[in-house]
Nanobody, 124 residues
Framework: QVQLVESGGGLVQAGGSLRLSCAVSVGTLSMYAMGWFRQAPGKEREFVAGISWRAGRIYYADFVKGRFTISRDNAKTTVYLQMNSLEPEDTAVYYC?????????????????WGQGTQVTVSS
């Protein structure tokens, strides 16, 4: 059974940093891709960043503007999202997601498994 558990969210002032983690229990899965999404109140869930199995493909949403970095440690089956220069507009629930086919898509429907989310709040 596949389980994803996010951690690392919290309250931070504008300009600050947070590092989100996603611990993945994958059973027999391998070669999977991972993504981070976010959802603010009243808005649709949107893509933030994605990373392929060996990190050969990494890509970000335009609004990241070089502020966020996605990485993964396959030995620890953990994916990270380092977020710097946070802005109030980054306030949202952040979700990690797993694509079992390793296709690194940008749409929520491209992903098969989701975590429960972690709240990030950026104050001005």
């Amino acid at each position: 059974q596949v389980q994803l558990v996010e951690s690392g969210g919290g309250l931070v002032q504008a300009g600050g940093s947070l590092r989100l983690s996603c611990a993945v229990s994958v059973g027999t899965l391998s070669m999977y891709a991972m993504g981070w999404f976010r959802q603010a109140p009243g808005k649709e869930r949107e893509f933030v960043a994605g990373i392929s199995w060996r990190a050969g493909r990494i890509y970000y949403a335009d609004f990241v503007k070089g502020r966020f970095t996605i990485s993964r440690d396959n030995a620890k089956t953990t994916v990270y999202l380092q977020m710097n220069s946070l802005e109030p507009e980054d306030t949202a629930v952040y979700y990690c997601a797993l694509d079992r086919f390793g296709n690194t898509g940008r749409a929520p429907d491209d992903y098969d498994y989701w975590g429960q989310g972690t709240q990030v709040t950026v104050s001005s």
